[in-house]
């Protein structure tokens, strides 16, 4: 059993990251189990929650897990609110319980 | 079917997709959280009215009557009515529809459940595309000159930027440090970054096929912030309206959510969007 792939995100997440998350995201698209770290995340845009609703919902699809790490009140958590696209992502605010989900 | 008449709208939503209105082009945005509420499966036709199909019979009349007030003196409705859900059941939302701009029939839609703190907010947007400009300029000026007469700021900020993806950043930054030492609380100051943010990326992305130029202008008054985007081109059409080729659309329910306080003015000549905040005196 190998463990998560594991992504880490930081800066500002906007119009001009936006093809380079596409494509970090993409790298993603087969891999069965994956954590993303947002917490040095500092901005978000809606084209970009609109890449998070993406590979959410291909994982969905594919019956393969992806866990969010978002530090709670920070600007992603309160962006993911607002869209709300965090009723459809799984959320942890810690690396340890990013893994416990998985070893559950 | 008449217009008039708010019980036509569940017969008409279920048997014929096509809407009862269109004006020409338009954004037409629900969020995830509607379509999973509702099982609405069409996510191509949506009309001004598209949401009384899913309103409680017995409270129909009665949201249909505000609405139309509303809708005609082009202020907030708030209502609060059974929505339907997937299911069948019923639950209390509040309505909360927003014009975006004065003069068209252009509006921000959201619901919250009245007993679930925690659900998603339902949204919706509608944004007819524009093509009588000459009324809409006129009113455009008419409101500069009401804040011109009425107040004189204290603070103000204008800076040119190119229309291109590294601004998106500097706009904010810049925006951010102008409004660092305005009377402004932690809470608007996040929702007004987030709402100019996703206006400047508009005017970036979409208003130019060639090279252009964005403003941001800020305005601190006594008792209101006022923040405007401003491009000189044309909003591009959009395309296909799968998920992920509308982040337009994502991103004005954005603006309409954070600032509900949002104006668009549209013309040949370019786009204004304006954002205001009150503070209580």
Not at chain 2, 109 to 128: N, Y
Not at chain 2, 134 to 142: H, L
Not at chain 2, 154 to 168: D, N
Not at chain 2, 201 to 206: G, L, M, Q
Request: proline share 5%.
């Amino acid at each position: 059993m190998t463990d998560p792939r594991l992504l880490t995100l930081s800066g500002e997440l906007d119009v001009a990251t936006r093809q380079s998350l596409r494509g970090a995201f993409a790298a993603l698209a087969e891999v069965d189990e994956a954590i993303i770290d947002l917490r040095d995340v500092r901005y978000v845009d809606s084209a970009s929650l609109a890449e998070f609703a993406w590979l959410a919902d291909r994982f969905r699809k594919r019956e393969a897990r992806v866990v969010w790490i978002i530090l709670p009140g920070s600007h992603v958590e309160r962006v993911l609110q607002i869209s709300g696209l965090v009723q459809t992502m799984a959320i942890v605010a810690t690396p340890e319980a990013a893994r416990a989900h998985f070893a559950a | 079917m008449r217009a008039d008449d708010p019980d036509a709208y569940e017969s008409t939503a279920a048997t014929q997709p096509a809407p009862a209105e269109v004006a020409g082009e338009k954004i037409a945005y629900r969020n995830p959280a509607w379509f999973a509420y509702t099982g609405d499966a069409d996510a191509q036709n949506m009309t001004t009215d598209f949401w009384l199909a899913y309103v409680h019979p017995d409270d129909r009349r009665g949201a249909w009557d505000a609405w139309q007030n509303a809708r005609s003196a082009k202020t907030i409705f708030t209502h609060v009515v059974r929505l339907r859900r997937a299911d069948g059941s019923y639950r209390a939302h509040r309505l909360r529809i927003a014009p975006f701009a004065a003069t068209d029939d252009a509006w921000v839609g959201s619901a919250e459940d009245l007993h679930d703190d925690d659900a998603a907010p339902l949204q919706h947007v509608l944004l007819p595309e524009l093509t009588d400009h000459s009324t809409r300029m006129r009113d455009a000026a008419a409101d500069a000159s009401i804040v011109e007469e009425d107040l004189r700021p204290i603070a103000r900020l204008e800076e040119t930027f190119p229309a291109e993806p590294l601004s998106a950043a500097k706009i904010r930054a810049a925006l951010a440090h102008f409004l660092a030492s305005a009377p402004i609380s932690e809470d608007d100051l996040f929702h007004l970054m987030l709402a100019v943010g996703e206006a400047a990326n508009n005017a970036i992305e979409h208003a130019y096929v060639g090279p252009g130029n964005v403003v941001l202008r800020a305005q601190v008054f006594a008792h209101a912030t006022i923040v405007e985007i401003v491009d000189f081109g044309r909003w591009r059409p959009l395309r296909a309206m799968d998920d992920r080729a509308r982040p337009r659309g994502r991103g004005l329910a954005m603006m309409g959510a954070a600032v509900p306080d949002m104006r668009i003015h549209r013309s040949p000549a370019g786009t204004h969007v304006r954002f205001a905040l009150e503070r209580p005196t």
